[in-house]
C-alpha cells in the first residue's frame, strides 16, 4: 500500500509563492498521474507570517513542520521588512526551522545541464559536465554562535559581533554526511576553512581528517582554505567532487557555484537531520536564491530551482527514484527546446513567464510517461 506523504508547504514572501505554485503542480501531477497520495498542508513563514501572526514562524507552524514528512519551503524576506531587528525579521523564520528541525546537513548540488552550458557566465569548457556537490553546515557556526548583537561603547560608536562557534560534534555529522556521499559519488572530498586565521577553523580541518583517518580511509581528502576554493571554482570547478563546509562559506561558496550552472535560479537543496531507526529523516527542500525582490509579483522569476528541489524530497525523503527522474529529465527536455525564463536566456530566445515554465515541465512530464 502506497502511504500518504506528508507535506507542509511554506511558500513565504517575494517570488516564493510564485516558484512554489509551479512546484505544487508538478506535486499534484505525480498525485494524479503517478498514483501516490500528497497530503500537502500550506502555512506561513518569513515577511508572511509576520504579516499574518506577527512572527517570522509561528509556534503552530513549527509544530506543522515537526510533523511533516517533509518541509518545501520558497523563499523569505523583502525590503518591506528589512527595517525590523534581528529577532523578528523573516530570516529568523528560516533559521528557527532548520534549528528546531535540526537540520544539520544542506546539500546544495551544483549541476550544469548540456542545454545551459551557454548560459553561465563562465565558458563553456569550463563548465561543461560540471557535478558537484557541496554539503554546508546549517545549524552551527557563525549564524547562531552566541554572544551576538550590536551594542554602544562609552566613546559613542558602536560595536557589532557574532561569534564563530563549532564542537567537534557539529563536525563529524555533517562530516559524515559529505563522506558517505562521497562514497556513492567520485570518492573524493574537499574540505573547505580558515584554518589559517581560525581555532574553529582549525579545529574543523583536524576533526574532519581524523574522521577520515578513523572511518573514511577510502575516501580521497583534500583541505583547501575557503578563499582559495572560491578561485578555484572558477578557474576549475570540474576538479571537485563533494565540498565540506560551515554554515558563512557554504552560503557563499553555494551562491558562487549556483552561476556555473548559469542562473541562482537553477539551484535546489534539500537540508537533512539524522536518519531515524525507522529510516526516515527531518528534511527541508528549498531553492538556494532568495525571494527576489527585483523581480517578484512579475512572473519572470525560474522555478526550476524549486522543481529541482521537490526532486530532491523525493529522493530524499520518499525514495522515489523514478519520479525525481523523471522531473529532472523533464527540466532537461524543456531547456533543450530553448524554453528559457529571463535569468537562463540567451540572444535570439524568447523569454517565458514563470507560469508557462511550469507548464512547459508539465507538458514534457506528460510527454515522458505517455
Ligand atoms: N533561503 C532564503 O529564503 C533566502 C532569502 N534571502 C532573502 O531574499 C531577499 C533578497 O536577497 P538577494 O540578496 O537579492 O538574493 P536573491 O537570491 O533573492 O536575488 C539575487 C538575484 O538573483 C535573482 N534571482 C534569484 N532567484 C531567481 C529566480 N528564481 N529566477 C530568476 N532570478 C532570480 C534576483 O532577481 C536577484 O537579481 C533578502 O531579504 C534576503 O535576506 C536571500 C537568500 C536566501
Ligand atoms: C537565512 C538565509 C536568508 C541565509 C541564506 O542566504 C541561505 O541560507 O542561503
Ligand atoms: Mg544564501
Known sequence: ??????????????????VVREALRVID???????????????????????????????????????????????????????????????????RLRKELQLYANLRPATVFAPLVDASTLKPEIVRGLDLMIVREL????????PRGIELLPDGQRRGINTQVYTTSEI????????DLARKRGSKVCSADKANVMESGRLWREEIQKLRDESYSDVELEHMYA?????????????FDVIVTDNLFGDILSDEAAMMTGSLGMLPS???????????RKALYEPVHGSAPDIAGKDLANPIA??????????????????????????????????????IMAPGMARVSTTVMGDSILHELDKLSA
Open 306 to 343: 524549486t522543481i529541482l528541489s521537490l526532486s530532491m524530497m523525493l529522493r530524499w525523503s520518499f525514495d522515489m527514484h523514478t519520479e525525481a527522474d523523471l522531473i529532472e529529465q523533464a527540466v532537461e527536455g524543456v531547456l533543450a527546446s530553448g524554453t528559457r525564463t529571463g535569468d
Open 1 to 18: 500500500m502506497t502511504t500518504m506523504k506528508r507535506v507542509l508547504v511554506l511558500a513565504g514572501d517575494g517570488i516564493g509563492p510564485e
Open 172 to 179: 563529524h555529522r555533517v562530516g559524515r554526511v559529505a563522506f
Open 270 to 280: 534539500a537540508s537533512l537531520g539524522d536518519q531515524r531507526a525507522d529510516g526516515g
Open 227 to 239: 578563499d582559495a576554493v572560491a578561485m578555484e571554482l572558477l578557474r576549475r570547478p570540474n576538479r
Open 29 to 95: 501531477w505525480i498525485d494524479r498521474r503517478r498514483h501516490v497520495p500528497f497530503d500537502v498542508q500550506q502555512g506561513e513563514v518569513g515577511g508572511a507570517a509576520i504579516d499574518a501572526h506577527g512572527t517570522p514562524l509561528a509556534d503552530a507552524t513549527m509544530a506543522l513542520a515537526q510533523e511533516a514528512d517533509a518541509v518545501l519551503l520558497g523563499a523569505v524576506g523583502g525590503p518591506k521588512w528589512d527595517a525590523l531587528p534581528f529577532a523578528q525579521r523573516p530570516e529568523r523564520g528560516l533559521l
Open 139 to 146: 545549524t552551527g557556526g557563525i549564524y547562531f554562535g552566541e
